[in-house]
C-alpha cells in the first residue's frame, strides 16, 4: 500500500541545522513533485517547499528562502529537506506530502 514515512526530527538550539527524510513506497514515485509542509500549534498547516518529479525545479515559502533546500533522489524513493540556521518560529510538525498521499509527520522543535 501507499506509504510515505517522514524522520529526522528532533530538538534543535536555534541556529543549528536538521535534515528531514522522506521514504515513499507503493506507487511510482517519480512521476510526481514533492512537498514539504508543516503545521505548527494552532496554526494552519502551510507549504514550504516543493520539487519537481525530476528534481529540476524548486520553490520555497518565503520564510525558509535562503536557509532551507529541498532534494529527492527518484532511485531510492527519498525526498530531503536540508534546514539549516533554524529559528523558534520554525517550530512544527514537518509532513512529506506527493499527490494526495501525506506521511505522518516528524517533529521539529527548535528551542534554546
Known amino acids: 500500500q501507499v506509504q510515505l514515512v517522514e524522520s529526522g526530527g528532533g530538538l534543535v538550539q536555534p541556529g543549528g541545522s536538521l535534515r528531514l527524510s522522506c521514504l515513499a513506497s507503493g506507487f511510482t514515485f517519480s512521476m510526481y513533485a514533492a512537498n514539504w509542509y508543516r503545521q505548527a500549534p494552532g496554526k494552519e498547516r502551510e507549504l514550504v517547499a516543493r520539487?519537481?518529479?525530476?528534481?529540476?525545479?524548486?520553490n520555497y515559502a518565503d520564510s525558509v528562502k535562503g536557509r532551507f533546500t529541498i532534494s529527492r533522489d527518484n532511485a531510492r524513493n527519498m525526498v530531503y529537506l536540508q534546514m539549516n540556521n533554524l529559528k523558534p518560529e520554525d517550530t512544527a510538525v514537518y509532513y512529506c506530502?506527493?499527490?494526495?498521499?501525506w506521511g505522518q509527520g516528524t517533529q521539529v522543535i527548535v528551542s534554546s
Open positions: 520539487i519537481g518529479s525530476a528534481g529540476g525545479s524548486t
Open positions: 506530502r506527493l499527490f494526495n498521499f
